[in-house]
């Protein structure tokens, strides 16, 4: 069996598997854009900073990133750094 994740993408959920074979074969499906909020699709700055700013300044994505972060809590070890 394959472990999975769920996430927002867009404002679609999304999931993505460890089973490279199995995401291969979903059709239509492209690269999430790295420069665009899972969460509400605006464009950010950076991946990185430009995300966490846009998140401090959007409380509806803020909510969101929160949400996300304590549903996946449990699969990074020791939690996470950021």
């Keep these: ?3 999975s994740v769920i996430f927002l993408c867009g404002g679609r959920a999304r999931m993505a ?3 490279p074979s199995a ?5 239509g499906e492209s690269e999430p854009d790295p420069h665009e909020c ?3 699709g605006a464009y950010v ?3 990185g900073k430009g995300f966490m700013l846009h998140v401090e300044q959007n ?3 803020d909510a969101d990133f ?4 304590d549903r996946v809590a449990d699969d990074v070890p020791r939690g996470w750094s950021g």
């Design 59 to 61: 409380p509806e994505c």
């Design 23 to 27: 995401d291969a074969r979903e059709s």
């Design 38 to 40: 899972p969460f509400c």
């Design 1 to 3: 069996m394959w472990n």
């Design 17 to 19: 598997t460890k089973d």
């Design 45 to 47: 700055a950076s991946p």
């Design 66 to 69: 929160e949400t996300w972060r």
